[in-house]
């Protein structure tokens, strides 16, 4: 199936370690039952059964998991430029504008026959998808057609569930977001704990303690996903600037440094990444 539009549906248990990350996708993700902790950007949500995220993909986000829990959720990716055709043909581009705006949110439906319509579209799309009965260019009509249909019900939802935000967050959820936040801002400067710690006024021990609590990763791992994140970004829009300019840019100590990191944590390297993305925007 084309990677550019796909979809799982109740997804048990975790696979291994899950490292915060980004994509060029959007994403609509339903989460159905267990313990979850998710991470978008500089924003903690503590999941409940029934909740939908709405992602536009380049906002770093990971889900922290208690080990051994329950964790059952949904998801789809699509590219936007995938669904613009269809969207434009209808009179409906307005329908991402939720993902372009606000970039991430959580919708907290206020019953649940809401989030059992989310899950029965779900539902379809995937069988859909394991349908090998079916022509791949029907799977494709039938599972634009329905993800469509999960876009006009998930807007209608933000709309009236009026629930698009949790207010209520403990003392450890706002030093966290505070954390992060502070990390965005600054991570193309030279960080540290001590740093961080100084900056926001609250000891080392705890910075690194409530940081982990809540997001399941450290301080470092998130500025140098941070820093990733940026890198990506660089290279795809600006093929004129060099690898030297871009490791200073985004924070990094050398372009050697830059370089063994990227192939580490993206499987190639930076320069075969680049003339990879810059491929794909030539077809398009």
Same mark, same amino acid.
């Given at each position: 199936?084309?990677?550019?539009?796909?979809?799982?549906?109740?997804?048990?248990?975790?696979?291994?370690?899950?490292?915060?990350?980004?994509?060029?996708?959007?994403?609509?993700?339903?989460?159905?039952?267990?313990?979850?902790?998710?991470?978008?950007?500089?924003? #903690?949500?503590?999941?409940?059964?029934?909740?939908?995220?709405?992602?536009?993909?380049?906002?770093?986000? *990971?889900?922290?998991?208690?080990?051994?829990?329950?964790?059952?959720?949904?998801?789809?990716?699509?590219?936007?430029?995938?669904?613009?055709?269809?969207?434009?043909?209808?009179?409906?581009?307005?329908?991402?504008?939720?993902?372009?705006?606000?970039?991430?949110?959580? #919708?907290?439906?206020?019953?649940?026959?809401?989030?059992?319509?989310?899950?029965?579209?779900?539902? *379809?799309?995937?069988?859909?998808?394991?349908?090998?009965? #079916?022509?791949?260019?029907?799977?494709?009509?039938?599972?634009?057609?329905?993800?469509?249909?999960?876009?006009?019900?998930?807007?209608?939802?933000?709309?009236?569930?009026?629930?698009?935000?949790?207010?209520?967050?403990?003392?450890?959820?706002?030093?966290?977001?505070?954390?992060?936040?502070?990390?965005?801002?600054?991570?193309?400067?030279?960080?540290? #704990?001590? /740093?961080?710690?100084?900056?926001?006024?609250?000891? *080392?021990?705890?910075?690194?303690?409530?940081?982990?609590?809540?997001?399941?990763?450290?301080?470092?791992?998130?500025?140098?996903?941070?820093?990733?994140?940026?890198?990506?970004?660089?290279?795809?829009?600006?093929?004129?600037?060099?690898?030297?300019?871009?490791?200073?840019?985004?924070?990094?100590?050398?372009?050697?440094?830059?370089?063994?990191?990227?192939?580490?944590?993206?499987?190639?390297?930076?320069?075969?990444? /680049?003339?990879?993305?810059?491929?794909?925007?030539?077809?398009?």
């Amino acid at each position: 199936m084309n990677r550019e539009l796909m979809v799982n549906y109740r997804l048990q248990g975790q696979f291994g370690e899950v490292k915060a990350h980004s994509h060029q996708e959007y994403e609509i993700y339903l989460f159905h039952q267990g313990t979850c902790r998710y991470l978008i950007d500089n924003q #903690i949500y503590d999941l409940h059964p029934g909740d939908i995220l709405l992602m536009d993909g380049l906002a770093l986000h *990971k889900p922290n998991l208690p080990q051994n829990s329950e964790y059952v959720r949904s998801h789809v990716h699509f590219s936007p430029d995938v669904m613009l055709p269809v969207l434009q043909a209808l009179g409906a581009t307005s329908l991402l504008d939720v993902f372009r705006r606000l970039h991430h949110c959580l #919708i907290r439906p206020v019953d649940r026959d809401a989030s059992m319509e989310v899950e029965a579209i779900f539902k *379809k799309m995937s069988k859909v998808k394991n349908d090998m009965s #079916i022509a791949t260019h029907e799977q494709e009509w039938q599972l634009k057609t329905y993800l469509t249909q999960l876009l006009i019900y998930v807007n209608r939802l933000g709309l009236t569930s009026s629930q698009k935000a949790v207010t209520e967050k403990n003392d450890k959820a706002h030093h966290a977001e505070n954390i992060a936040s502070f990390i965005q801002e600054h991570y193309h400067e030279r960080l540290s #704990i001590e /740093r961080i710690a100084s900056e926001l006024n609250v000891s *080392k021990s705890y910075v690194s303690h409530v940081f982990k609590e809540m997001t399941g990763y450290t301080i470092m791992e998130y500025v140098m996903a941070t820093r990733l994140r940026q890198v990506k970004f660089l290279l795809e829009v600006d093929e004129k600037k060099s690898l030297q300019q871009i490791a200073d840019e985004c924070g990094f100590e050398s372009v050697s440094h830059f370089s063994r990191f990227f192939k580490a944590n993206v499987g190639m390297t930076a320069r075969n990444y /680049r003339q990879k993305r810059l491929e794909i925007y030539k077809r398009e």
